[in-house]
């Protein structure tokens, strides 16, 4: 039978019954079964007093009544008018009740509205026994509680909670307690008045019962309403009696959880504070007890925090003196669970300057060098909270020496404490001089694998701190050195929106790094995002930053991506325009382009103005780089024409003083070396096609130096003038337009600015390079708008 909470000095039965119990020689049980059925009422009661004896002696004699058919006529003669058959019956369906086997065939029987039947006050206080005990063991299944339900069975079980003998309580309880695990059922424990009948068991002298009742109250306590009638009825002050009571110290752990509960609630936690009972709580967390019991009154705080309203009324208690003091007792699972009540504290900001002042961040950043990875994570936990957006928090926290520490939990091998440390110094990192201190104990080489984690907040922590730290220059260098270039691009492909979203802003921080722009280009950046900028869900500004940012140290493959180079894109050596890029198209690389087979595709035109000394430098780098002595290292053509028509812009377009001069000189310089003006009408007769076949043929390559063009059209001519006034220092932009139309941007003032008579805006204006070279189309009229569209 179930545990029964009499003693064994009590008395089992509640009435002495005069009959000579049924002879077991001779009587088989499956002879004892038959009787069941038999109409005499004597040999009824005798019969089920056997079968009771008989199921008591164990679970394997228990299935074999089962087996012999004694379930069906137990469950009739439940109900019989006798009074003795009724009892007796009841106690062998107790007993037998709590086999599996039987619970499993009494699920198929629809017995529980007769066991309900029999729970009334005026039922003998044994059926009452055995009949919760019936219910006891059917309860834990879900069918069955919504049967229990259904038949209206709760209010009995809670007049029962009342009843004299200690195991129908235990029992009735039991049911409850299964019964409350649904919502409906808290909620009509609340209406039928079942709080002061809970409360009264925990002056319980059998602690199971007040266990029971405690579990029961952690359950219902849970609902708002419930919590009022709780709070009404003295509960709150009834658990500190307990908690105040070393001798209950086995119900410490079980009256917390209700206490939090209780305390959840701003409403209550404002009245139980008028009250008293907050101090009283704060007492009890700091008075010397079981670690046990201590770690889960500190999780009652942590609970308690949950809520603003109620931080703020735990600050007011000064909750953070409390906590401090928690942080130096030697057991760690008090250290583990007084780190996360600050961290959740650590959302009241005036509790971020409370633990501050206390000396509270030097005492977690010490617990970093614990073993323990719960309260390494844990701290770890707070240290973020307590450092996000408060600098000096974070500078007290590098102090105390807590950069170093967790740089070094970076190569941890739990992921939430990973995650912690990365967010803790992304918000350290702020401050320069916490930043150059981060850095110096290898933050960054420490990134590097957490950036290739599955789980998401340690990339999104990771990938955040990298920003911040990404700021400086030597870092920058040291990431790719550290190969974390790579890892960082093959986050682009992620589709969780934070990962990406950081991925892009750590990606863009990078790019203003050159070498770490073009890296990043050769690991599929480029082509990565404009896929994401191409697609509805996963394009953001973030990824059109970075997209930005990469194509501004890449300025072929933005020319050929967006058809566009401001007046602050400076054309340099190794510049090539390869035409217009189809969106999600990947633009090769230069050197790709050299050395593919001449074909009939467009050629791809390539600015080089380096001088014979900085190719002898760039051909002993090449030749230090080469993996094998017997590779000859690719390097861009010579172009002599162009380096000359640079001297020569230098030399006459510089020393003019007027903009407008020097424009209108420069452009004829770029006429002249293309061929010279061409009418609008004799366009059709220029030989520029040929001529750039004629070229590609004698270079055997698809890649043409500009400087080598003598018949130029728009596209060429507009490349030129923004090369050559890149090098001389004048401003203008490169725009492309329809096939092989180009063409260039210049601001300029109107007037003569020698006679201060220079207007207050500049003027657009578009260059004429190939009609009427140097003159200057204002932007936007019908000239200009000619001249852009033929």
Known sequence: MGKKVKKESETPCKETLQFEPLPVEGKTPATVVLLLSCPEEDILVKACEAIHTFAEKGDENKVSLLGLGALEPLCQLITHNNKLIRRNAFMALGIMATNGDIKSALKKIDVIPSIIDKLSLEEDIVVHDFATLCLASLSVDFACKVKISDNNGLPPLIQLLSSPDPDVKKNSLEIIFNLVQDHQSRLALHELGGIPPLLELLKSDFPVIQHLALKTLQNVTTDTDTCNTFREEQGFEKLMDILSNMDFHDLHAEALQVVANCLSDSKSLQVIHKGGGLTRLMEFVLTPNLPEIQSNAVKCIARVAQSSENRKLLHEQNVEKVLVELLSVADISVKTATCQAVS??????????????????????????????????????????????????????????????????LYGSCRRTVANSADALGNMAGQEVIRCSILSHGAIQALVEPLQSTDTQVLINTTLCLTVLACDTEARAELQSAGGLHPLVNLLRSYHKEVLHHACLAINVCASDVNAAVEMCQFGALEMLQEINLSVNRRSRFSELAMISLLNFNLSVKYSLTSHLASTDIISDGFYDAGKAHAGQRIQTLEELSKQPVNEHRKIIVVNTATEKNKKDDKQKNETRAESPTEKPWKMMDDVSLQL??????????????????????ARLVSEAMGGAVEMEKLHEFPWVLHLSELKFQLQSNVVPIGLISRGIYCHRALLFKCLADCIGMSCTLERGEYSQAWNEVLL??????????????????????????????????????????
């Open 344 to 409: 959740i504290m650590s959302f009241h900001l005036a509790s971020k300057d409370s633990f501050r002042d206390l000396n509270g961040i030097p005492a977690v950043v010490q617990l970093l060098n614990n073993e323990s990875l719960k309260l390494k994570e844990a701290a770890t936990q707070a240290l973020s909270n307590l450092t996000h957006g408060n600098q000096l928090n974070a500078f007290a926290a590098y102090e105390a020496g807590g950069d170093k520490i967790l740089v070094q939990q």
């Open 645 to 666: 028509l640079v001297n020569e812009a230098k030399k006459t377009i510089l020393p003019l003083s007027d903009e407008r001069e020097q424009c209108a000189a420069l």
């Open 749 to 790: 003032f109107n007037g003569n600015p020698s006679m201060n008579e220079r207007s207050s805006q500049p003027y657009r204006y578009i260059v004429d390079l190939m009609h009427q070279p140097g003159s200057l189309l204002t932007a936007n009229t019908p000239a200009a708008v000619q001249y852009q569209t033929i």
